[in-house]
């Protein structure tokens, strides 16, 4: 009898062990996406892995991650599991949080409708929900490109948003906004306005003293992107009634900057406030191929406007 109850251990045993090298040599057959909501059990883990044949047998992957004290280490979240990964892998991934990532890139320019409206289209956002996008976040979304998960949510991106402005404006680069004297938001209004006017990087500087120089002469900056922002349902096409419209950010019938940024500026043109190009430059004109041309005085900046804009007369240099 005692030699009946050996050979059955031995069995059981060689058994157990096939079973779990077969276990453990298991290779999923097909690739496929899944999400884990938070306080998913290690059970129910397990049962969903099995039901989408990514592991053979639930109730061994529920102990070996017990005894491999990972049973409450695996993380939440929408996992991409590829083909042919092994029962351990998944366990590593999923303890690793290697959760699939989302990019959603805001560009240098762009304003709080045109940020809201991708958010829309990316599925982050819908009519039903309450906006997170208030006026007084205008120009302090900081544009670049960031990764986030299925469970995030519009407003979680906000705050990204936000939480990455604070760490670009450092102390010292407030300090040096202050012997500018600028407040942090006379300095993001500023180079908003500088933002919008030009993509050459060459010229944020320029364009940024030819304000400043307005500014501390007290002329209207004469800015259009501004005037733009305040119009509303602006249709493209910017007429003289426009310019002569007064609205708060109308910079031709109003000197000093408007009330607030008009977009979110990149970092280039908040360190062009900063840091001008000195010079007495007063104007500037589109050349039509992406640059612009500077002036000190009305009449250069006029023949400027005819060579350039209005195609007649000699070059104003």
């Given at each position: 009898m005692r030699n009946f109850f050996l050979f059955l251990l031995?069995?059981?045993?060689?058994?157990?062990?096939?079973?779990?090298?077969s276990f453990l040599q298991y290779h999923s057959p097909e690739g496929i996406y899944l999400y884990f909501e938070r306080g998913s059990s290690l059970r129910s883990i397990s049962k969903i892995l099995a039901d989408h044949q990514l592991i053979p047998d639930p109730l061994l992957f529920?102990?070996?991650?017990?005894?491999?004290r990972k049973g409450n280490r695996l993380k939440a979240g929408e996992y991409e599991f590829s083909a042919g990964l092994t029962p351990l892998q998944i366990m590593d991934k999923m303890v690793k949080g290697e959760v699939k990532l989302y990019s959603l890139t805001i560009p240098e320019g762009w304003n709080l409708k045109e940020i809201e409206k991708l958010f829309v289209e990316k599925g982050l956002l819908s009519s039903e929900d309450q906006t997170p996008f208030t006026s007084n976040l205008e120009g302090y979304l900081?544009?670049?490109?960031y990764l986030y998960e299925r469970r995030h949510t519009a407003k979680d991106l906000v705050a990204m948003m936000k939480d990455l402005f604070q760490k670009k404006i450092t102390d010292a680069l407030?300090?040096?906004?202050?012997?500018?004297?600028?407040?942090?938001?006379?300095?993001?209004?500023?180079?908003?306005?500088i933002e919008k006017e030009t993509a050459i990087a060459d010229e944020r500087g320029l364009i940024a003293s030819v304000f400043i120089n307005r500014l501390n002469r007290g002329m209207p900056l004469q800015t259009d992107p501004s005037v733009i922002y305040g119009i509303v349902n602006f249709d493209g096409n910017l007429t003289r009634r426009h310019l002569e419209t007064d609205?708060?950010?109308?910079?031709?019938?109003?000197?000093?900057?408007?009330?607030?940024?008009?977009?979110?500026p990149g970092l280039e043109s908040l360190m062009a406030v900063l840091n001008p190009v000195q010079n007495d430059f007063l104007y500037f004109v589109a050349k039509g191929d992406g640059t612009?041309?500077?002036?000190?005085?009305?009449?250069?900046?006029?023949?400027a406007v005819n060579y350039y804009q209005l195609h007649?007369?000699?070059?104003p240099y």
């Open positions: 031995l069995v059981l045993l060689v058994g157990g062990s096939l079973k779990i090298y529920e102990i070996l991650a017990r005894l491999q900081f544009p670049d490109t407030m300090e040096q906004a202050k012997i500018k004297g600028f407040s942090l938001h006379e300095w993001v209004t500023l180079a908003s306005i609205t708060p950010y109308n910079t031709y019938t109003r000197t000093g900057l408007p009330p607030g940024p008009i977009c979110s612009h041309y500077f002036s000190r005085t009305l009449e250069e900046h006029n023949r007649r007369g000699p070059p």
